[in-house]
């Protein structure tokens, strides 16, 4: 599963590289901000009552209800899920802008938007004003997933480049902590304003995000690909540390001019045998990241917490746990991916994932049954769902969280290297706007074996990654197709590696 030989450029790791890369990464942390963001704001009563008042019945007059039904509302779900149709519609429109224009000036859009966004969302008097701010937030998030994990991949030097583009996901990490910690004491302020302050404050990572663009460079990739070959050869050497970096170069030049002969770089990631290989992983892969379920816990902690029995605030710092989790975890992912491998960490987290899925399906079904009624949860039960949830949390996150996205990033040529980018996120948004905008009313029908049908598609895809997917550590991504080349099943794909253009 190895990638062969490949050549090993000249350079060593700067303080410029660092820098760069870890202010390019901070792209994750509005990503991160918004998942965690809205869970806590739904399950906010002030907010609820404001918004949507069904729910809000159905949470604390209605005591029949089943627990797991309580949330149950096609325009809750809504309010989650469609910043995430508004991202994939954005992330093909930022593909051809990351293209023309650079993965910076992508970069600076998303800051831009959804800073404009937050204050919509914080400032909302209706249901439509909030919806259309949550639209604004997802052009922002599409235009960062698109552009970032390309940045850093570029930037990275190859041997560099697996725990660089993992810091993408950390600063998600980290937006979701600071989310969590946040929704926790705005939900105690007095006069029920408190969510105005969670939603606003995700201009904040927007910021952030745009005052580091603006003080960024681009990728060298991203300069010889419109023409400015001089200043690239000129970044590369401060970027490299090192005068000879004409090997690495002329590669990317060579990248270049394969790349200008590709006139539709989307019709040919689709319709060219040689792209195969990686159009299913840029497909599977995120359909198969968010099909972990875990967006279960990160968009829905709080509520997911409520609806088993949880007490406001104990649900809310529940989430706020599992947010720590999520972080450190990641930086396992951090410290392995480029010493272990991309396809270990896949393979382990997977079987950690799947286990405990199905301990919390058991303990879960044990507990409520299928009625969902529950008179009280004891503190032991309650301590061990959170820590079963808590290693699971930990498994996607040393695993398929960073590497759902640093492997789509690298294994494309830089001809459809773009689009492909954004074919990922368009498959990543458009699963999890289903995962959003169905949950609740899954959990309200499927009860406890939600986590069960979670857990078989987590099953399934570690299987796929033990046979179909090869290794990617230490491949300057410039060779990248040649671990394709000798790999037992997508070589039949491939054509004469001599050959000069793939077609």
């Known amino acids: 599963a190895t990638g062969g030989n490949a050549p090993s450029y000249p350079g060593k790791l700067t303080p410029y590289v660092i820098i760069t890369v870890l202010a390019g990464a901070a792209g994750g942390l509005i990503f991160g901000f918004d998942l965690g963001i809205s869970g806590g704001v739904t399950s ?10 069904e729910v809000y019945e159905k949470e604390h007059a209605d005591t029949s209800t089943n627990q797991y039904c309580k949330f149950d509302s096609q325009k809750l779900q809504l309010f989650t899920s469609s910043l995430y149709l508004a991202a994939l519609v954005a992330s093909f429109i930022a593909a051809a802008v990351t293209k023309k224009f650079g993965r910076r000036i992508s970069m600076m859009i998303a800051g831009f938007i959804f800073l404009i966004g937050a204050a919509l ?7 439509a004003m909030l919806i259309g701010g949550r639209l604004l937030l997802g052009v922002g998030v599409g235009f960062a997933n698109q552009s970032v994990p390309l940045y850093l991949s570029e930037m990275s030097p190859y041997n560099y480049r697996g725990r660089f583009n993992v810091c993408f996901q950390l600063m998600v990490t980290v937006g979701i902590l600071c989310a969590n910690v946040i929704n926790y004491f705005t939900a105690k302020i007095s006069g029920g304003w408190g969510w105005r302050v969670s939603l606003g404050l995700a201009g904040v990572p927007a910021l952030i995000i745009l005052i580091a663009s603006f003080c960024l460079s681009d990728t060298p990739n991203s300069m010889i690909q419109r023409g400015k070959e001089t200043e690239a050869k000129a970044l590369l050497k ?12 002329n590669d990317m ?3 270049k001019n394969e790349a200008n002969l590709v006139k539709n770089p989307m019709q040919n990631l689709l319709n060219k045998r040689c792209y195969r290989p990686q159009l299913t992983m840029t497909i599977l892969i995120p359909f198969f990241q968010q099909f972990t379920g875990i967006n279960v816990i990160t968009f829905y902690a709080p509520v997911l917490f409520k609806s088993l029995g949880f007490k406001d605030d104990a ?8 947010g720590v989790v999520n972080m450190f975890a990641t930086g396992v992912s951090i410290y392995g991916c480029d010493r272990w491998g991309r396809r270990s960490l896949f393979l382990e987290g997977g079987v950690q994932m799947f286990v ?14 299928v009625s969902g009624n529950v008179a009280n949860i004891q503190t032991w039960f309650a301590a061990l769902v959170v820590g079963c949830i808590c290693v699971y949390v930990a498994g996607f996150a040393w695993s398929w969280g960073p590497l759902g996205w640093l492997y789509p990033s690298e294994i494309f040529p830089l001809e459809i290297r773009s689009a492909a980018q954004s074919v990922t996120v368009a498959v990543n948004m458009v699963f999890t706007f289903i995962v959003g905008q169905c949950f609740l009313t899954m959990l309200c029908a499927m ?57």
Request: aromatic residues 20%; charged residues 15%.
């Open 44 to 53: 906010m009563a002030p907010f609820l009552q404001k918004f949507f008042p």
């Open 121 to 127: 969302t914080g400032a909302a008097v209706h249901i």
């Open 238 to 249: 401060r970027i490299r540390g090192v005068n000879n970096v004409d090997a690495e170069f």
């Open 253 to 255: 030049v060579a990248a």
């Open 315 to 322: 649900s809310l710092m529940s989430a706020v746990i599992t």
């Open 356 to 369: 405990f899925q199905v301990i919390i399906a058991a303990l879960i079904g044990w507990k409520f049954g």
């Open 447 to 503: 009860k406890y074996g939600l986590f069960i049908f979670f857990a078989f598609f987590v099953a399934v895809m570690t299987v796929f990654c033990y046979f179909f997917m090869p290794e990617t550590k230490n491949i300057p991504i410039e060779e990248m197709t040649q671990v394709w080349r000798s790999h037992w099943f997508w070589k039949r794909f491939m054509n004469d590696p001599n050959d000069p253009v793939w077609s």
